[in-house]
Nanobody, 123 residues
Framework: VQLQASGGGLVQSGGSLRLSCAAS????????ITWFRQAPGKEREGVSCISASGGTTYYKDSVKGRFTMSRDNAKKTVYLQMINLKPEDTAVYHCAGQVGSYYTLVREWYAYWGQGTQVTVSS
């Protein structure tokens, strides 16, 4: 499967963005998907993940209540709705996938990675 992230941009603090992760080359319904982000000079970190069925999601504490992950397997797309964005959310956001029911924020688990999309939040 190939993954492509999009939807990033420049917003002011408190603003919103919706990121999309579009899949090609395979159906998406057997893949757990996670969003990662990497800020300059920092390690890549897991932000949120969703099970293959979409029935379960998990979020990093710092984004709980502000980020919502969803998926439309028919459209082969996973979304990350981000509201109340903060300057510390500024990073390149990547989506990653792995076949199976297990999902985690640990980046080493994921075999399939998309190109990132830049999110910049100004104060």
């Amino acid at each position: 499967v190939q993954l492509q992230a999009s939807g990033g941009g420049l917003v002011q603090s408190g603003g919103s963005l919706r990121l999309s992760c579009a899949a090609s080359g395979a159906t998406l319904d057997t893949y757990a998907i996670t969003w990662f982000r990497q800020a300059p000079g920092k390690e890549r970190e897991g932000v949120s993940c969703i099970s293959a069925s979409g029935g379960t999601t998990y979020y990093k504490d710092s984004v709980k209540g502000r980020f919502t992950m969803s998926r439309d397997n028919a459209k082969k797309t996973v979304y990350l709705q981000m509201i109340n964005l903060k300057p510390e959310d500024t990073a390149v956001y990547h989506c990653a996938g792995q076949v199976g029911s297990y999902y985690t924020l640990v980046r080493e688990w994921y075999a399939y990675w998309g190109q990132g999309t830049q999110v910049t939040v100004s104060s």
